[in-house]
């Protein structure tokens, strides 16, 4: 048959041309890749012609499955011009129409549009951790970095383990970051990380050198033994598997962590889309996906009508007017406007005082004025107790950093000296003292002697030209409890019975009485808005008791003490009676004792504080020369060439090569050799087959 005549017909076969891709399906729309078919073309064509008829560039209908991704014309233009990086990336022009990302921390993907998930510890205060195993060596360059959140000051960030030591600890201490390499080398933080912002934490592990960095900046180095990592070392992240071993870097971890890696490879908590190259996740305990908030406002912190309004992981208050402090635990009474007009408010720090007394005389004394005596019970520091004036003469008792002090100006000469005096001890002790001073009947020195609780404190003034109250029979002014009715300087306190030459200051209104006073000679209060309360107490310090957790309040005027269950302390039995709380274990774990603690130390560890390193090889039992290998828990002794024994003290005896039937083979430690049985036969003392 002639062969060309088998031939189909040229219109009887369908030919597919493609151009710029290969296997391009028609009915789906897109190029059908197959592994062994080359990338598709990315370029322009043009006058491309089959058979002297133009193919591109061609005129086709919208709605042709011909061609797919082609537009007219050849543009050029950079696409990195559109700004196709997100969230801050920097855009890289790679070739014609090309571009990569290169993603700001913490964005990963093709364009930095996928943040890595954060792991949220210590959600609702639980315990917990991640586990992470080491598949291939980092390198004798470690970089391990994260971005933390938290508002705690004390927890667990990041422990590398092998199965004999944790070589590399990181944990908070007074909101700074620590690190310690090979369980000694210890570094600190310069600056703070507790305030509830994302924070870049990275340590740097480089031969013998440690850096601790926030963000950029340098927070301190230090000399350090050289640290290797191993494939299957152990990363535990927050915390421990043993909480008590945990409570010795603060307890677990309470905040955020994100984007943790290990030089360039990942931790993920949970894994984020882009295929990246992370370490393998061994355990995740407690860790919750975001950053989410614990609801502070639950225990309603705000005191005093304060609205609470939650912040991450913490609250804040809005106060009333009159009320100030974190909690609006401080109630500012004064603007509350509690005072007479007459008088000023003074704030204290249970409430305020405003109680002022003014007295004058009736015009009708006539006797010799050369006493005062007055008592007290307060535990202010800063008080007028008495003060009086006319003209330039005047006499003021006060409180002075506690102490009683008199100052006196009196007399008809105007060449009279100021006297002053001052108790020795401090008086705002809560307790009733009493005080009597008076000028002595001696001619020509008149001394003011000031005469503090009956003699226990004797104060004798000498003055040459020092005069007498007398002033006072004329009307002055005489004021209790400050310097005047418009005097800040209020006294907060009791006051017993008061009197200027043997006349009694009344603290009854003439109004008061059923009867008014006979004597003759006597001071007058004057009309004022102000009136005492009789009796003497102080605040209602123990209502609402303030003593917590049991705690029995006694009150001992104006203060407080609170008797405490054994197990509790503090000035308000607010704290565990804990001897752990400061953590004096240096490498060990704390336990509580009933009296005391008890420190159960790391491997290599020992001193009551466990502080002390142990060197095993200080006294060893080596012999003949061998050197003492120092391990944790024992040390083992490398022998020289000639002597073997767990402690080297044995001869090393010679060893015979032997010619089996099978094998060749050496009998040691002065065995012969045995032919027929592939074995040794053993000198007394040894045995095994070679």
């Not at 073309?41 to 005129?59: I, Q, T, Y």
């Not at 007295?359 to 009086?388: D, G, M, P, W």
């Not at 009947?441 to 609780?453: C, G, L, N």
């Not at 102000?530 to 209602?540: D, I």
Request: charged share 20%; aromatic share 8%; with cysteine.
């Amino acid at each position: 048959m002639d062969q060309a005549a088998t031939l189909p017909e040229p219109a009887a076969v369908r030919q597919n041309l493609f151009v710029g891709a290969i296997g391009w399906n028609g009915a789906s729309g897109r190029v059908e890749d197959r592994a062994e078919d080359p990338p598709a073309f990315l370029g322009c064509f043009r006058d491309v012609l089959v058979d002297s008829r133009l193919v591109l560039p061609d005129d086709v209908p919208k709605d042709s499955d011909v061609q797919a991704n082609i537009v007219a014309g050849c543009s050029d233009r950079d696409k990195c011009e559109e700004s196709p990086c997100q969230n801050r990336g920097r855009c890289v022009s790679q070739g014609w129409r090309r571009y990569g990302c290169e993603c700001h921390r913490p964005y990963e993907g093709d364009d930095c549009a996928e943040e890595y998930i954060t792991g949220r510890f210590g959600n609702k205060d639980l315990e917990s951790y991640a586990m992470f195993s080491l598949e291939n060596d980092p390198g004798d360059s470690v970089v391990i970095s994260m971005f933390i959140r938290t508002r705690q000051s004390s927890g667990l960030l990041l422990i590398l383990a092998n199965t004999t030591s944790q070589y590399l600890r990181l944990w908070l201490v007074e909101g700074r970051v620590k690190v310690q390499v090979n369980n000694f080398e210890t570094l600190v933080g310069q600056n703070t990380v507790n305030n509830g912002h994302f924070h870049l934490v990275a340590v740097k592990l480089e031969g013998i050198a440690a850096t601790l960095f926030l963000s950029t900046q340098i927070q301190g180095s230090m000399t350090i033994r050289r640290v290797q990592a191993h494939p299957g070392d152990l990363v535990f992240v927050g915390g421990l598997p043993d909480s008590r071993a945990s409570a010795s870097f603060g307890g677990y971890f309470k905040g955020c962590v994100q984007d943790l890696r290990i030089n360039s490879k990942r931790l993920q908590f949970y894994p984020v889309a882009t295929p990246v190259e992370s370490y393998n996740l061994e355990k995740l305990v407690g860790v919750s996906e975001g950053c989410s908030s614990d609801n502070a406002c639950a225990a309603n912190p705000c005191l005093n009508g304060g609205e609470c309004y939650s912040m991450w992981d913490d609250f804040i208050c809005s106060c009333p007017p009159y009320t100030a402090g974190q909690r609006c635990e401080e109630v500012k009474w004064c603007e509350l406007s509690p005072c007479p007009v007459t008088t000023i408010c003074q704030p204290f720090s249970q409430g305020f005082e405003c109680n002022i007394l003014w007295y004058h005389s009736n015009r009708k004394i006539k006797s010799n004025l050369s006493s005062l005596s007055l008592s007290f019970r307060t535990r202010q520091s800063e008080a007028v107790l008495l003060h009086a004036q006319r003209e330039s003469n005047h006499i003021t008792v006060s409180l002075l950093d506690s102490h009683l002090v008199m100052e006196f100006l009196g007399g008809a000469d105007n060449d009279s000296l100021k006297v002053t005096a001052q108790s020795l001890a401090p008086l705002s002790d809560g307790e009733w003292h009493f005080v009597s001073i008076s000028k002595e009947r001696q001619i020509p020195t008149s001394r003011w002697i000031m005469d503090v609780d009956e003699h226990k404190e004797y104060i004798s003034v000498s003055k040459a030209a020092a005069g007498d109250l007398n002033f006072l029979r004329d009307g002055a002014d005489i004021f209790l409890g400050g310097l005047s009715q418009e005097s800040g300087l209020t006294f907060s306190g009791c006051l017993g019975p008061v009197e200027i030459g043997g006349l009694r200051l009344p603290f009854h209104l003439e109004t008061e009485l059923n009867l008014p006073r006979p004597q003759e000679e006597q001071f007058v209060r004057g009309n004022s808005n102000n009136s005492p309360q009789y009796g003497c107490w102080g605040a209602t310090v123990c209502a609402p008791n303030p003593c917590q957790n049991g705690g029995m309040c006694e009150d001992l005027f104006d203060q407080h003490r609170c008797t405490c269950p054994f197990e509790w302390t503090g000035s308000v039995c607010q704290d565990q009676t804990d001897t752990c709380n400061s953590h004096p274990c240096v490498y060990g774990n704390c336990t509580n004792l009933s009296e005391g603690y008890k420190c159960e130390c790391e491997l290599g560890f020992t001193g009551e504080q466990c502080e002390v390193e142990m060197d095993l090889c200080e006294n060893s039992s080596c012999n003949h020369g061998a050197t003492c290998l120092k391990g944790f828990q024992s040390y083992t002794c490398l022998c020289p060439r000639n002597m073997t024994g767990r402690f080297c003290e044995l001869p090393q005896l010679p060893a015979s090569f032997c010619v089996g039937t099978r094998w060749n083979y050496s009998c040691f430690n002065g065995g012969n050799c045995s032919e027929a049985e592939n074995t040794c036969y053993c000198l007394p003392g040894f045995t095994g087959q070679w």
